[in-house]
């Protein structure tokens, strides 16, 4: 259950991270600090997110498992049907410095914030998770930032739609689970 939770962000920061690789190359400095952007918000949100869903859950009672579903399948809908300009991104974030830094780290990682609403009702031991969210943001950013160039941009989009199909496959697993659980 961990991998479909890891996985999909991973897919989604590869793609983000390769728009930024695919507009060339960046120095050392630059490819460091996207990747402690990737890997703080990305390993940030799920906690915010989390922190956010515990006293709704608890507002809402009984229905708090399924809106945390419906979380995670809206969020891998989400990256299915919306189309982004990952360059635009791309050329917004290594460009950004301050304030702007952090609205862009926040926008890079609004589907972490969604996976948090569902940690805790894939009852996943938060700590795993949450290394599991760092490594794989460390990895994808790294493997994008230096394949950007070499990768097409439709293989950099296929990863994003495979990322929103997986997240709507464990949302309806985790949703069914609670129906016949």
Not at 12 to 17: I, K, L, N, Q, T
Not at 34 to 39: D, G, K, Y
């Given at each position: 259950?961990?991998?479909?939770?890891?996985?999909?962000?991973?897919l989604?920061?590869?793609?983000?991270?390769g728009?930024?690789?695919?507009?060339?190359?960046?120095?050392?400095r630059?490819?460091?600090r996207?990747?402690?952007?990737?890997?703080v918000?990305?390993?940030?949100?799920?906690?915010?997110?989390?922190a956010?869903?515990?006293?709704?859950a608890?507002?809402?009672?009984?229905?708090?498992?399924?809106?945390?579903?419906?979380?995670?399948?809206?969020?891998?809908?989400?990256?299915?049907?919306?189309?982004?300009?990952?360059?635009?991104?791309a050329?917004?974030?290594?460009?950004a410095?301050?304030?702007?830094?952090?609205?862009?780290?926040?926008?890079?990682?609004l589907?972490?914030?969604?996976?948090g609403?569902?940690?805790?009702?894939?009852?996943?031991?938060?700590?795993?998770?949450?290394?599991?969210?760092a490594?794989?943001?460390?990895?994808?950013?790294?493997?994008?930032?230096?394949?950007?160039?070499?990768?097409?941009?439709r293989?950099?989009?296929?990863a994003?739609?495979l990322?929103?199909v997986?997240?709507?496959?464990?949302?309806?697993?985790?949703?069914?689970?609670?129906?016949?659980?």
């Open positions: 259950m961990l991998l479909g939770f890891v996985l999909p962000l991973g989604d920061s590869f793609a983000v991270a728009a930024i690789g695919a507009g060339g190359a960046l120095a050392v630059d490819r460091w996207i990747t402690a952007l990737f890997v918000f990305e390993a940030g949100m799920p906690l915010v997110g989390l956010l869903g515990a006293p709704l608890h507002v809402i009672g009984p229905i708090a498992n399924y809106a945390a579903a419906a979380a995670v399948v809206a969020i891998g809908l989400w990256m299915l049907l919306h189309d982004e300009d990952h360059e635009e991104r050329e917004r974030l290594v460009a410095r301050g304030a702007a830094l952090i609205g862009l780290g926040v926008s890079i990682s589907d972490e914030l969604a996976i609403f569902g940690v805790g009702l894939a009852h996943l031991p938060l700590v795993p998770v949450i290394v599991g969210i490594v794989q943001a460390f990895l994808a950013a790294q493997l994008g930032l230096r394949l950007g160039v070499r990768i097409a941009e293989l950099r989009e296929a994003e739609r990322a929103g997986v997240l709507v496959v464990l949302g309806v697993v985790l949703a069914v689970e609670q129906l016949v659980g």
